[in-house]
């Protein structure tokens, strides 16, 4: 049973990932098309949809959170093993779901504020380039 946890963990957690890269793949080619104004930045948007699966997932299977269906709890007087039920089932599909977000939108928080930091550095060049033409 709890083999099954994991392998529907994993399989949850790749599907938000998954639909998270896919719906992030048209504002992030944007966002890299315009910092980084070269061929290079389909090779970015490519790591940024990996970096996306990869903390989703990692985010998402939470294994030290599941060995407690596997391993007793050494501090109660008589370990037992926590049993899953289906409301167990319901919530450690809830937690992978939510934690799977949860992890992407730290790291595309990071992203976003580092490419706003690049923008502007990217928009002031631009700036002084227009005035030296002039």
Known sequence: MFLLLLLVTLLVASGVSYA????FAGPLDAI??????????AAWLKYMKFAILVVGISAGVRVYQLEKYITPMRWEKDP??????FERWVLEIYRTVIETLQGIAWMLL????FALVAYVFVRVAELKLGEKGK
């Open 32 to 41: 890299l098309k315009r910092i980084i104004a070269d061929e290079i930045s």
């Open 80 to 85: 037992k093993i926590m049993e899953l039920s």
């Open 20 to 23: 998270v890269a896919k719906a």
């Open 110 to 113: 990071v992203f976003f504020v």
